[in-house]
């Protein structure tokens, strides 16, 4: 199989598990628990199992998709739907993804803000990650992919370890009795989760980028095998460490979690954890903001470069109106409201679309 | 510039300088007092011998051409032709040309002309060169010191670099190229490898762009590795160059290019990846389980060199929450009195070391270790004394100071100590926020770095599982036969690990 | 993108990034705190380490009066010359008039507060917190009485506790806080029992070695010393303990009406002092003693629990174990439920090590 793209610039499918986990790992790793609790209670975790095998469902989905395209989306918009059509789709996922990034890139800041230092300016702390991002995005897809590599590996190596900590304050009885809530509670949590999965589109644009990319496959599948099990270890040891009132009244609970850890040589890590999670989120803005760049160039031509400098000015400028944490929070509910309908209503509609444009054509 | 345009430009100025035939040479060279101008029989305007003294071996110069000529047995009648001087002059090296380019060069370099005729434009060229004058005789490793193994290193002679070469690698395999570099210098330049391994990607890019340099005299290999390096805007050597001869070999039998030039005694070897520079060639002759082991604290060295002080400034400035209950006290007390902010402290401390250290490289060795003793503990003592530093941080500057230096490679090490100051500035602006970020463009930076087209940072990314087994650890000869398959070898196994299946035996049996 | 604009807006960053510190030397290192209620107002008293030469710590007392808990930092702020931190806050004493009218507030507000660590003790004072912190102030031992707390954790009778676990069974509604009893005893600050909460509100406490029966029946205990009088055949004596090992295994049945709940208490205990009319070489006296110390036991822990049951207070988490064990959980209604619920204790004490001399 061909792909269209320079050999130089393909990443072996191997990293497609790279790029696949940073990008649903985000921001949001600190804070699901307290949202999924609310509706199936300490049966949650059901709920993470649930919507983690859909999005493997989904990610076969986009599988077949792009397989039969064998091209990113921008081009199988303007292929199923016409030139027009295609490309007012083609500019609402742009946006989409646009959007995606700005708000990990602000609920970062809102995290720094609100753990580290409260007095810090956002435009203070924005101007200096704009450089990077700048640096990194227009380093081109490999460079991002390594970030994606060293984003998952050095958080991982250094954090997770520390949920160990933790076990010493566990009480096992939380978690009982088991299956206490009614199928509608749990899918209620399962929607909640689901947006802590959400961020796994961007295959949809990188998908040309891949090295045999029918080899990928596999590795697509093992990221989000990974991820569920993050989030389920995650979710397991918040249950076992709050019980439901408290967490309901914990606003980051993982960093609240982290906070008990105490080494002989340094004790509140949770400083660390929040100084490290940046790892974790800058590959996750990089890949939405090389989307948006190469969305762009696909669809109107600009330069990269350009577009990129765009974007970030506009990074900048919404995230300096952006101030309060309500306004994030409203934000973001947006956003899964409408991640939601787009990989649950869009993505099979794609699908199917695809599936009959090719019977047709055949 | 585009490399096409820089070539032109270089032969345009070379025509410009370069004298238009052989008596303009001559007019030139008589400027200048140690050139000499002799006929070799008594008959004026024949057999003209010109040379530079300074450069020529006066006693070859006597047993071999004078005596040549000079001999009872000597006919004139023999030479007839100038070619038929090579059966005159018992020396192999004389080239016969009327190459006015040719004939300066080697000229320069200590060979002597002889004409048949004045005014000859066709002149042989006797290699009278007196290479060994002037040079160090002792091939001691000095840099880059090893307690186990062979202590020879290269010398600034390249030939008997290469001499050294040969000796370990005793296969015809092993191909040695010359260059000539620098429109003033001429300098042998040698690009080194195996046929049959090295990739010939690595070859070409080598050859490509050592023969694209232009430049006037080049003193060290490392100039030209500065040149020829991917990308200048970085602290990090791109290749690396050694003064150890198995390092080199090593390197070359791997898959690598090595690159001499004349003058210097350091190789410089590629492409090179970023862990290769904490590599030491001790840990080859070490058993691999200690070699291991000293090689992860070498590492571990590395990343406390760079981060110590910049953790330092993170804690106390930003997060003072951090600090365990037990080095409360301590910590507080030693900043008591300090009147300068942990960033300046720091900055004042790190400087400090800095200028012992060149201090101690520039004076001459007996003064510089007296002076590195004396000057540490005395500035240490009396900065503590005086309440400028805070000795918890004396202990950690000089301890981040002490693990830089473990780093085999110098010019790695210097780039270690090096990336502290930056890491300084970003930890006294965000605290651990600050450092994270620092990390950040490390790595961003790290991950775009290429040596001749080779990804810097691999094994580790692109993650090659592998290349393991000689990277972070150095595993056991067996698990080590294949080359690193990064380099892209032509042929993979470096050795055949013996073929005896280790089963495992029950006990007493 | 040029340089000189990169410069710039460097320059700017690195002139305006500053206000966030908080260098170490130049805070005022606040280790514990203490409210107590005088009359209408708070009195908040805070100590603080100064580190001044090697090994001359002092401890010094701040002291403010506010009519809100809220007011007591900033207040003290107002009276020393660096700003105060309650990052390195070790410890929050509370005055027991305080704590009857519910220290929760000042909880909550220290878990919304992200420098506030979760392994803070905190702690309740028999008279006045002020007294407990200032008769500390000679020992010049910065951190001295959260690690007494801690201290007494390890190897003492106090079951586990700081800030996270309190927060944790504040909003438990199956199970209440606890928190330890300071008194002054010649002149020293001394742990002297267990402070019981109802919605953070302090409603009595009960003694040490109750405390310890508290630790073994929540936790398991590991280590800690218990002191026993008994009297046999009109023969007075007392048993010292070593505890070893202690579990508690809970079994709930009746779940559907008031449960019922049967508590097996394993312990594996050294003797290290028994009266003369025993011997704990001979294997018939250890029986007997074993016997002796399972029906103490017993009868301790029968008492501690109906004792619990009167001041309606949880603080072993019976409500959590019945919520775990059934479908369909109630709060008020176990909440009603609590005083009549049965408890049934089996206490099996082995006595494995008897020390190495005779």
Not at chain 3, 27 to 43: A, L, R
Not at chain 3, 247 to 266: E, F, R
Request: some cysteine; charged content about 20%.
């Amino acid at each position: 199989m061909q792909t269209l793209t320079d050999e130089r610039f393909l990443v072996s499918p191997f990293f497609v598990f790279f790029l696949i986990y940073s990008n649903i790992i985000g921001v949001g790793i600190l804070s699901f628990q307290r949202d999924i609790i609310k509706s199936a209670g300490y049966d949650a975790w059901i709920s993470v199992l649930l919507s983690g095998i859909s999005i493997h469902v989904l990610v076969w989905m986009i599988y077949r998709i792009l397989t039969i395209a064998n091209n990113d989306i921008i081009y199988i918009h303007q292929f199923c739907f016409g030139k027009w059509i295609g490309g007012l789709l083609n500019v609402f996922i742009i946006i989409y993804f646009f959007v995606v990034g700005l708000i990990v890139f602000r609920a970062y800041i809102d995290v720094v803000q609100a753990w580290m230092f409260p007095l810090m300016k956002t435009w203070q702390i924005s101007v200096i990650f704009l450089f990077l991002l700048y640096y990194i995005v227009s380093s081109g897809f490999r460079v991002i992919t390594g970030m994606c590599f060293w984003g998952t590996v050095i958080p991982f190596v250094f954090l997770f370890p520390l949920l160990v900590f933790s076990l010493e304050f566990a009480q096992f009885n939380h978690l009982l009795p088991l299956f206490n809530h009614s199928v509608n509670e749990i899918l209620g949590s399962s929607k909640k989760m689901v947006f802590q999965f959400l961020g796994f589109e961007t295959l949809l644009m990188f998908y040309p980028f891949i090295k045999n990319p029918e080899k990928s496959k596999k590795w697509a599948h093992f990221g989000v095998l990974f991820t569920i099990f993050l989030y389920l270890s995650i979710t397991i040891i918040t249950f076992v460490f709050f019980n439901e009132e408290h967490l309901k009244h914990t606003i980051w609970p993982t960093l609240t979690l982290l906070k008990i850890a105490e080494m002989p040589f340094i004790e509140r890590v949770e400083y660390i954890v929040v100084s490290l999670l940046f790892l974790v989120v800058l590959p996750h803005i990089c890949q939405h903001l090389w989307a948006v760049c190469r969305g762009l160039k696909k669809l109107v031509n600009i330069k990269q470069r350009i577009s990129l400098f765009i974007c970030l000015f506009l990074f900048f400028l919404f995230s300096n109106v952006l101030e309060s944490h309500k306004q994030i929070e409203r934000l973001v509910d947006l956003y899964s409201s409408v991640g939601f309908y787009f990989i649950y209503l869009y993505v099979p509609f794609l699908f199917l679309t695809i599936n009959i444009k090719q019977k047709l054509t055949k | 510039m585009s490399f096409k345009q820089r070539f032109f430009k270089k032969k345009i100025e070379k025509q410009a300088i370069g004298p238009q035939d052989i008596n303009h040479l001559f007019t030139k060279a008589k400027k200048s007092s140690d050139f000499r101008q002799l006929s070799l029989i008594n008959k004026t305007g024949h057999f003209i011998l010109s040379y530079y003294n300074t450069l020529i071996d006066l006693e070859q110069f006597q047993c071999k051409v004078l005596y040549a000529f000079q001999e009872p047995s000597f006919n004139i009648g023999h030479i007839k032709n100038i070619e038929d001087i090579r059966n005159t002059i018992p020396i192999e090296d004389i080239l016969i040309t009327d190459n006015i380019e040719v004939i300066e060069s080697k000229f320069l370099k200590g060979y002597a002309i002889l004409q048949m005729k004045e005014n000859d434009y066709k002149c042989a060229l006797i290699n009278l060169a007196n290479d060994k004058v002037g040079l160090r005789e002792q091939n001691n490793v000095e840099n880059e010191f090893s307690v186990i193994g062979p202590q020879i290193g290269f010398v600034e002679n390249v030939d008997i670099n290469i001499h050294l070469l040969r000796q370990q690698i005793s296969t015809p395999n092993l191909i040695i190229q010359d260059i000539h570099i620098g429109s003033m210098s001429h300098t042998k330049v040698i690009i080194a490898y195996i046929e049959g391994i090295t990739n010939e990607q690595h070859i070409q890019t080598m050859t490509q762009r050592l023969q694209n340099i232009d430049f006037d005299v080049v003193f060290d290999s490392s100039q030209l590795h500065q040149i020829i390096t991917d990308n200048s805007l970085t602290p990090f050597p791109l290749l690396l160059s050694t003064e150890r001869i198995d390092r080199t070999v090593f390197a070359l039998i791997s898959g690598q290019v090595a690159v001499f030039s004349n003058g210097s005694a350091y190789a410089v070897t590629g492409p090179s990846t970023l862990l290769d520079f904490f590599v030491s060639p001790e840990d080859y002759y070490l058993p691999w389980i200690i070699a291991s082991f000293f090689r992860l604290i070498r590492i571990f060295s590395v990343f406390f060199s760079v981060f110590a002080t910049s953790i330092y400034i993170a804690v106390l400035t930003y997060h003072y929450e951090m600090i365990p209950r037990v080095l409360l006290g301590p910590l507080i007390f030693s900043r008591n009195n300090v009147p300068f902010t942990p960033l300046l402290e720091v900055l004042f401390l790190e400087l400090t070391i800095e200028l012992l250290r060149e201090a101690g490289a520039r004076l001459p060795t007996k003064v510089g270790q007296t002076l590195g003793i004396v000057g540490g503990i005395v500035i240490g003592q009396a900065s503590v004394e005086a309440a400028l530093t805070s000795n918890v941080l004396l202990i950690i500057v000089a301890l981040s100071a002490l693990a830089s230096f473990t780093t085999p490679i110098y010019k790695m090490s210097n780039t270690i100590r090096f990336l502290r100051f930056p890491l300084i500035i970003l930890a006294s602006i965000w605290g651990g926020l600050g450092i994270v970020l620092g990390i950040s463009f490390l790595i961003v930076h790290l991950t775009r770095l290429e040596s001749l087209g080779t990804p810097y940072t691999v094994p580790l990314y692109p993650f090659r599982r592998k290349d393991f087994a000689d990277s972070i650890i150095r595993s056991s000869y067996n698990a080590t036969s294949k080359r690193p398959s990064y380099l892209r070898p032509r042929s993979l196994w470096r050795y055949h690990p013996s073929d005896q299946i280790k089963k495992k035996n029950d006990f007493d049996d | 993108m040029n340089s000189r604009f990169f410069f710039a807006v460097s320059f700017i960053v690195f002139l305006t990034g500053c206000e966030n510190e908080r260098t170490i030397d130049q805070v005022q290192i606040i280790e514990s705190i203490g409210y107590d209620q005088h009359e209408d107002e708070i009195k908040g008293t805070a100590i603080y380490p100064t580190f001044k030469e090697k090994g001359q710590t002092k401890l010094n007392i701040l002291t403010t009066k506010s009519p809100s808990y809220d007011d007591i930092l900033p207040r003290l702020n107002t009276k020393s010359a660096h700003s105060i931190e309650i990052g390195q806050l070790r410890l929050v004493l509370f005055g027991k008039k305080f704590a009857e009218q519910g220290i929760n507030p000042v909880i909550e507000s220290l878990k919304r507060d992200p420098i506030v660590g979760s392994r803070v003790q905190l702690g309740i004072a028999e008279h006045t917190a002020e007294d407990i912190l200032i008769s500390g102030e000679h020992t010049n031992f910065p951190f001295h009485l959260s690690e007494k707390i801690n201290q007494n954790i390890q190897n003492g009778k106090l079951p586990k506790m700081n800030l996270h676990l309190f927060l944790e069974n504040f909003y438990d509604k199956g199970k209440d806080p606890y928190l330890p009893y300071f008194t002054i005893e010649e002149g020293r600050a001394h742990i002297n029992g267990l402070a019981l909460f109802k919605n953070g509100k302090y409603i009595n406490h009960i003694s040490l070695n109750q405390s310890f029966i508290v630790k073994m029946l929540i936790d398991g205990a590991k280590n800690g010393r218990y002191y026993i009088k008994i009297n046999e055949n009109k023969k007075d004596g007392f048993i010292s303990l070593k505890n070893l090992d202690a579990k508690a295994h809970y079994t709930i049945s009746q779940i559907g009406q008031v449960p019922n709940i049967s508590i097996d208490l394993t312990m594996n205990t050294q003797i290290k002092d028994v009266p003369p009319w025993l011997n704990v070489t001979v294997n018939k006296d250890i029986l007997k003693i074993e016997n002796v110390l399972n029906k103490h036991f017993n009868e301790e822990v029968q008492q501690l629990i109906s004792l619990f049951q009167e001041y309606q207070v949880d603080p072993i988490g019976f409500g959590e174990m019945v919520r775990a064990k059934s479908r369909k959980w109630n709060y008020s209604r176990f909440q009603d439920m609590y005083p009549h619920l049965k408890t049934t204790v089996n206490t099996k004490v082995n006595i494995i090590q008897i020390g190495v001399g005779e």
